[in-house]
Nanobody, 118 residues
Framework: QVQLVESGGGLAQSGGSLRLSCAASGSIFSIAVMGWYRQAPGKQRELVADITRGGDTRYAGSVKGRFTISRDYVGQTLYLQMNSLKPEDTAVYYC????????????WGRGTLVTVSS
């Protein structure tokens, strides 16, 4: 079992920045891909960015160029640096990890709320 705990959410102004962190614990040796998802009010949960064990990254078109995902393989922490924030970035952000033993095994944090005001 893997436990994920997000932190760093809060309120930011349009054009501002926030840095989200996700600390992984438990059976961390089993983690393959890690990523960030978000769910805005009244919207479906969507992929924001993810990163493989090899460091390959993928971003949603709406955040590419503004957000940067990174992974600390020593501290077992996932980060999302969010710059040039927009009100439409307002959402609950969830940390996600899948298990190297099966892509169908998914782990989720409880989420951290990001609110961007105009």
């Amino acid at each position: 079992q893997v436990q994920l705990v997000e932190s760093g959410g809060g309120l930011a102004q349009s054009g501002g920045s926030l840095r989200l962190s996700c600390a992984a614990s438990g059976s961390i040796f089993s983690i393959a891909v890690m990523g960030w998802y978000r769910q805005a009010p009244g919207k479906q949960r969507e992929l924001v960015a993810d990163i493989t064990r090899g460091g390959d990254t993928r971003y949603a078109g709406s955040v590419k160029g503004r957000f940067t995902i990174s992974r600390d393989y020593v501290g077992q922490t996932l980060y999302l640096q969010m710059n040039s924030l927009k009100p439409e970035d307002t959402a609950v952000y969830y940390c996600n990890a899948d298990d190297i033993r099966s892509p169908d095994i998914l782990y989720w944090g409880r989420g951290t709320l990001v609110t961007v005001s105009s």
